[in-house]
């Protein structure tokens, strides 16, 4: 009797352990699936129970110990007849071992987490940020987190939207037949409301994302205007974007669509004796640019990627005025914008990315002097390259406000692959020029910014754009930029 109850006791210590073991095992996966946003529904497909327990080791239920001496001979293994029932097959009490329950009812021996679906675990939560969540083509580069404070790996995807600098004038307004700097009155054609080029670096980055977002962009001193009898002038512009991606395919690809809006702008050159009076305006509608973007590969470390955008003409046209003759030019060039984009993040807080696109234009916009066709003004092929790195000097996802907190310095690069297209036109006694007059321009800018994350998605961009150069190399003096992102 002595031994059969050591032995019972060996048993069940025994099989309090292995209780013991199922549940924290699932009470770790459920840990790191909340971790990564996901949650834990119940799977018919998941491995089989645990095998049974010898029957030495059977912990029979407690009762009164019997009057008279059991007949059973002690080790024989017997189980008394009334013991527990045993448990469906599967329901071991580890998460999502056991059965699909029906209704709604629960099953017994496994583990139910509330917000469960039979639908399987939701995607959700990023491994090192609540940026991002990894794609499913990520996940098998990038797992989900063990626990909620460290990752398997560094995802190259998850780095903080790259700034940008964008603005490219497309050429000026000129008076006579040729131009001479320093002499000829000028001035800079502000088309589609100022808003005329599309760089997709700006506001984005590799990785197809579902969000909208709203940006706002300040060039101090953007577009120039020369008159040889009074002093030379620049005007600031703002500009406001709204945009949102979707992304589709098991989000490999997603497509994205911008609508930019710009204050009115406006310059005006009064007439002197000796010099015409130059004018040109424009309105506070820019282009909708609609880009499509695809995640390419990916290692531990690094990403590829790209695409191609359009960038439609909805816009403002360009009306002015030649010593009291109207002129305009039509917003009418249709633009394509193939590009490609790479990423890294050697480590947990170091990142950097990369953009390279070209804008090229399909077709002109007409040029009319006092409702007369002089030409079309066809602009310049445009080769972008625009590279960031970058540093998170705070991290934590658990926080309730702020999660993250990095800092950026990009380079942006923008030459032109081929000479413009400068040409002039004369109706009755005045002969109006257009195209860029300053040719090929290598614009070299500086981006300095602060990224911050706050809660499940929402993010935040200040940055600052110098210009290297002198002009004509340089289209304003300064910028500010400012976006907001929202993951839906």
Known sequence: MHRRRVRLIVGGMVLAMAGLLC?????????????SGQTVAADSSGPASLPPLPDATALPPPKPVPATPQTEKPGNGAVQKKSAPEAPSGATGRPGNGPAAKNGASVPGAVQTP?????????????????????????????????????????????????????????QVFAGAAFTPGVTPYADIPLAG??????????????PTDRVYLQYNHFQNAFERFDAAGSPGVASLDQYTLGIEKTFLDG????????????????????????????????????LAVILKRHLAAGDWWALGGGVGVDIPIGSDVQGFLDGTAFAIDNEAVHLLPFGAAAIRPTERLFGQAFLQVDVPLNGNRVVLDDTPIGELTEQTLLYVDAAIGYWV??????????????????????????????????????????????????????????????????LGVGGVVPVDDRPDRAFDAEVQVFFNYRY
């Open 252 to 287: 490999v690809w997603s497509c994205e669509v911008r609508m930019p809006f710009t204050g009115a702008y406006q310059a005006d050159m009064a007439p002197t004796i000796n010099l015409p009076g130059l004018g040109v305006s424009t309105s506070h509608y820019g282009n």
């Open 23 to 35: 549940v924290s095992e699932g009470l770790a996966q459920q840990a790191g699936w909340r971790a």
């Open 394 to 459: 705070y991290q934590n996802p658990c926080a309730k406000w702020l999660t993250g907190l990095a800092g950026v310095v990009e380079v942006h690069y923008t030459t032109p692959l081929q000479d413009a297209d400068v040409f002039t036109g004369t109706v009755g006694v005045r002969t109006l020029g257009v195209g860029n007059v300053w040719n090929r321009m290598d614009v070299v800018n500086l981006t300095m910014g602060i990224h911050a994350e706050f809660g499940p998605g929402c993010t």
């Open 115 to 171: 917000g469960a679906t039979p639908g399987g675990p939701a995607p959700g939560g990023s491994a090192l940020s609540i940026l991002d969540a990894p794609t499913t083509d990520a996940a098998q580069f990038c797992p989900a987190p063990t626990n909620s404070r460290k990752a398997s790996c560094y995802c190259p995807e998850d780095v903080p939207y790259m700034f940008g600098d964008s603005l490219t004038v497309p050429g």
């Open 194 to 207: 100022g808003a005329r080029r599309v760089k997709i670096a700006e506001n984005n980055r590799l990785a």
